[in-house]
């Protein structure tokens, strides 16, 4: 299994929080919002072909 860091995304300087850009990242305590989502799909993408390449 390989897992994939996305805190630098989510929780940019430690902390996380509840909007990012005007976007409502969390939906509850656990689980991201689609919109935050889709908002980061290209970033998301990149970082999952990387390590599907390797």
């Known amino acids: 299994m390989v897992l994939v ?3 630098d995304i989510v929780c940019p300087s430690g902390d996380c929080p509840a909007v990012i ?3 409502f ?4 305590t656990d689980h991201l919002t689609a919109t935050y989502s889709r908002s980061m ?3 998301f993408g990149r970082r999952i ?3 599907a390449v390797n």
């Open 25 to 28: 990242v969390w939906r509850d």
């Open 21 to 23: 850009g005007n976007v």
């Open 41 to 43: 799909a290209d970033i």
């Open 5 to 7: 860091d996305f805190n």
């Open 49 to 51: 072909e990387a390590i």
